[in-house]
Antibody, heavy 115, light 112 residues
Framework: QVQLQQSGAELAKPGSSVKISCKAS????????ISWIKQTTGQGLEYIGY????????NYNEKFKGKATLTVDKSSSTAFMQLSSLTPDDSAVYYC????????WGQGVMVTVSS | DVVMTQTPVSLPVSLGGQASISCRSS???????????LHWYLQKPGQSPQLLIY???NRFSGVPDRFSGSGSGTDFTLKISRVEPEDLGDYYC?????????FGAGTKLELK
């Protein structure tokens, strides 16, 4: 069965970075792009961007350029998202999902930015 | 960016009753390839969103036929008939025709 397993919750200080992982199983990893989504109570669901899991090519929502960096390791069927220069506004739950119709989602990673 | 206007914000329903959620986009969601990439999700408390309907009217695997989607262009509807307790939660529409993909703000389906 298709699964996207994300890494655990993160507590980070302002100005630091975190790297979240999303490990895929149950399908051919390079057959689907991976998208990333941010969810907060205030802003709802926001689309961050996607990565082409075959080529590593990326496309970012303008709002998240410079904030998020998407990478992939095909050998381990894992996609990564690094969030940099963290501020309290980056506190959220971050999901990975198979791009297209977003048919499968990871369980989400709660990132808390606090001094 | 395409703005997805989802209504109502809150929808009280009775078990066994019917619910209807609307999603309107600020521009047409018809892709140049002729497909319309409008999808519906349910998010239960503490869980990830789960796909219900893809490309306007196609039920995802395992989704009961109580769920149906319709619409075209800029105007879309999700209908739930014979509401059951497991249907309660937050519903979202998503367009993936245009980049960046954008979500509706959500509709909370709750008991009357």
């Amino acid at each position: 069965q298709v699964q996207l397993q994300q890494s655990g919750a993160e507590l980070a200080k302002p100005g630091s970075s975190v790297k979240i992982s999303c490990k895929a199983s149950g399908y051919t990893f390079t057959s689907y792009y991976i998208s990333w989504i941010k969810q907060t109570t205030g802003q709802g669901l926001e689309y961050i961007g996607y990565i082409n899991t075959g080529s590593g090519g990326t496309n970012y929502n303008e709002k998240f350029k410079g904030k998020a960096t998407l990478t992939v390791d095909k050998s381990s069927s894992t996609a990564f998202m690094q969030l940099s220069s963290l501020t309290p506004d980056d506190s959220a739950v971050y999901y990975c999902a198979r791009a297209g119709s977003f048919d499968y989602w990871g369980q989400g990673v709660m990132v808390t930015v606090s001094s | 960016d395409v703005v997805m206007t989802q209504t109502p914000v809150s929808l009280p329903v009775s078990l066994g009753g019917q619910a209807s959620i609307s999603c309107r986009s600020s521009q047409s969601l018809v892709h140049s390839n002729g497909n319309t990439y409008l999808h519906w999700y349910l998010q239960k408390p503490g869980q990830s969103p789960q796909l219900l309907i893809y490309r306007v009217s196609n039920r995802f695997s395992g989704v009961p036929d109580r769920f149906s989607g319709s619409g075209s262009g800029t105007d879309f509807t999700l209908k739930i008939s014979r509401v059951e307790p497991e249907d309660l939660g937050d519903y979202y529409c998503l367009q993936s025709t245009h980049f960046p993909n954008t979500f509706g703000a959500g509709t909370k389906l709750e008991l009357k």
